[in-house]
Structure formats: structure tokens, C-alpha cells
């Protein structure tokens, strides 16, 4: 049954169909691997993965534990953000799935996102991240709402 059709909602072009420890599945075809996360924002996907640009070698665990500090919390530079800074209009809501465990982000990685760009965000693990992302996507639109999902495989510390 297609929930998007009998609703009459137009289905979006990025949503979520499957979240794998090293990935993703879009139901637009598209699929992520090789530790890639990916940003959905304006009904668009973006891989989205700021731990490959430290090592010209494959995407690791290691890699991506240098944005988590001692306390657990995920900061990462502004840089990272730059399509957002392009974007316009920005989504009113970011939800950011950080991964298996959830992990909060630090302060100036929340403030830089909320106070800078103006994005509230939300942060939970990858899965519930996607169902969030999916649900709230049909009901508010692409225009809306946002995501940055880091795959599943990254547990953090």
C-alpha cells in the first residue's frame, strides 16, 4: 500500500527507505555507501560526510571519532555546513541522526546551526532520525525540513 498516494500527498524525492551501517537508501534510487552520510534539504539528497576530507584513505571509525570529544558530544566546524549557508530558504528544522548512539552535539556546533543560520535542530540516533525525517517531511514538506544522517555503522567512542 502507498501511504503517499491514498494520503494525496505528492511523495518527496529524498526520502528515507533503509538505513545500513554504512549508508543509505533513498526511495529516488539513490543509495550511499562506503560510510557516506548524507544531508536532505529542498527535496534534494547531498552525501554528506566531513570525516573523509581528513585522510584521503576509505572512511573509518577512526576518522570520525576525531569530531567526538571525551564527553561523547559531536562538534563539527562550521565548514561542514556550507551548503546551508547557500540554501535558501533554509529548513525551519534540522534533524541530525548521529548515528547509532545518540550523541549530543556540542555547543558551538548547536549554536552555529541555531543562532547563525536560524535552524532549530533535533537530534536523535540515524534510525529514529529517518522515520522523524520521513514523517515530518510529509507533513510539513521538503521545504521545511531538513536532515543529516551519519550511518548507522558509526557508534562514537
Same mark, same amino acid.
Given at each position: ?7 494525496? /500527498? ?6 528515507? %527507505? ?5 549508508? +543509505?537508501?533513498?526511495?529516488?534510487? /539513490? $543509495? ?5 552520510? $548524507?544531508?536532505? /534539504? ?20 577512526q576518522? +570520525? ?20 549557508? #547557500? ?8 534533524? +541530525? ?15 552555529? #546551526? ?7 535542530? %533535533? /537530534?536523535?540516533d ?8 520521513? #514523517?515530518? $517531511?510529509?507533513?510539513r514538506?521538503v521545504?521545511? $525540513?531538513?536532515?543529516? #544522517?551519519?550511518p548507522?555503522? +558509526?557508534?562514537?567512542r
Open positions: 500500500m502507498d501511504i503517499y498516494a491514498s494520503a494525496g /500527498v505528492e511523495e518527496p524525492a529524498t526520502s528515507i %527507505d533503509a538505513c545500513t551501517p554504512d549508508g +543509505f537508501h533513498l526511495n529516488n534510487g /539513490v $543509495v550511499t555507501g562506503g560510510g557516506r552520510g $548524507v544531508m536532505l /534539504v529542498g527535496g534534494e539528497g547531498f552525501v554528506w560526510s566531513p570525516w573523509n576530507l581528513a585522510s584521503s584513505t576509505s572512511p573509518t571509525q576518522n +570520525f571519532s576525531q569530531f567526538i570529544d571525551a564527553r561523547g558530544l559531536i562538534s563539527f566546524p562550521s565548514s561542514s555546513f556550507g551548503l546551508l549557508t #547557500l540554501l535558501y530558504p533554509k529548513p525551519d528544522l534540522l534533524i +541530525f541522526g548521529t548515528g547509532r548512539r545518540l550523541h549530543m552535539l556540542s555547543k558551538e556546533t548547536r549554536h552555529y #546551526l541555531s543562532e547563525e543560520l536560524g535552524i532549530s535542530v %533535533d /537530534v536523535m540515524t534510525a529514529n532520525a529517518a522515520a522523524a525525517y520521513n #514523517l515530518l $517531511v510529509m507533513e514538506g521545504e521545511r $525540513v531538513g536532515a543529516i #544522517l551519519i548507522e555503522g +558509526f557508534k562514537g
